[in-house]
């Protein structure tokens, strides 16, 4: 078993303790203050900037969050990468009840701080990060806290991340499969870099405590099952999932099997490495007719199939920082010069999949420069888009199954949707 912690400490940004948590009673307030010490002496060395800082047999552990410090100091070997999670989950939690962790709303709220460090800690060891399940007995407000409330069952049982008698009227859950694309191009046109990160989030109003599977179309399970994959089947990569998923039941049969939290999280992440082909494809030529007017042409194409459509995008193109008199044309949607960002944004609300569209705009150069003077440096051409009910990968969601001992009926919703995530092509 990893070791234990044996003080929390929240400092300023100065480095004084606002709050601390005594857990095993082999260090002091001085450590903190000698933590604080060493962080200032390696503040120039960016080589040595981490997240772990030893001195003599102590191990300080920290994160930053606006000007709050979140600290540990342990004499016993812990696990640094567990502890570092721990409390960005405790930043989540401060977050749930103060809206923003700040070092004011630590000295406003310090009753209920000193309440939750009791619960998420103890004799040095982790307890529940749950902020729902920790919200139904911590109540912020001082009448409530006067009452005596039982902790939920969530604290006790295996399921820390749902309470028991959860009721609906109307049992539905919605899941949106989202993936962003990201994409480099170079000059020469060639994509230099290309992949999809996608997230399947989950919004779940289900009574009891239901058990819910998921089927994707995963090469490796269809492959399992003895099924022909022909092209449909997808290889995911990095997957990260909920922590209400069974990992074991996946390694074995790749089944997704879970008993969901209540509401809004997020059940897996994953990513694509393969080569996707650019949803919008971007060309842009500029002339220079004179030293002091420039001409940009741009044609931009929808490369996926024609029952699908773009919305909301958004084309923005680098141009000179001193144009001037701007006289734009486009065959499609609406076209503005954007001094404050030396750019020229082309919006296009609704772009059908295998169209293509024009814009023409003209800017004067009033700057007078050398010959020999150096080329200004080059941005550039940014893209962003939404395309529902399409998803780049082609993941599909081939059941959703919803299972409860009390046998309603539950109604799930499933959406597809791509985005443009860090999407850039140096064609100019």
Known sequence: MAGAVSALFLLDIKGRVLIWRDHRGDVSTVQAERFFTKLIEKEGDIESRSPVVFDDGISYMFIQHNNVFLMTAARQNCNVASILLFLHRVVDVFKHYFEELEEESLRDNFVVVYELLDEIMDFGYPQYTEAKILSEFIKTDAYRMEVVHRPPMA????????????????????????????????????????????????????????????????????????????????????????????????????????????????????????????????????????????????????????????????????????????????????????????????KIKSFPGGKEYMCRAEFSLPSITAEEATPEKKAPIRVKFEIPYFTVSGIQVRYLKIIEKSGFQALPWVRYITMAGEYELRLI
């Open 155 to 346: 604290v006790t049982n295996a399921v820390s991340w749902r309470s028991e008698g959860i009721l609906y009227k109307k049992n539905e859950v919605f899941l949106d499969v989202v993936e962003s694309v990201n994409i480099l191009v170079n000059s020469n046109g060639q994509i230099i870099r290309s992949d999809v990160v996608g997230a399947l989030k989950m919004r779940t109003y289900l009574s009891g405590m239901p058990e819910c599977k998921l089927g994707l179309n995963d090469r490796l399970l269809l492959e399992a099952q003895g099924r022909t994959t022909k092209g449909k089947a997808i290889d995911l990569d990095d997957i990260k999932f909920h922590q209400c998923v069974r990992l074991s039941r996946f390694e074995n049969d790749r089944t997704i099997s879970f008993i969901p939290p209540d509401g809004s999280f997020d059940l897996m992440t994953y990513r694509l490495s393969t080569q996707a082909k650019p949803p919008v494809w971007v060309e842009a030529q500029v002339e220079k007719h004179s030293r002091s007017r420039i001409e940009i042409m741009v044609k931009a194409r929808s490369q996926f199939k024609e029952r699908s459509t773009a919305t909301n995008v958004e084309i923005e193109l680098p141009v000179p920082s001193d144009a001037t008199n701007t006289n734009v044309r486009t065959s499609m949607g609406s076209a503005k010069y954007a001094p404050e960002n030396d750019a020229l944004v082309w």
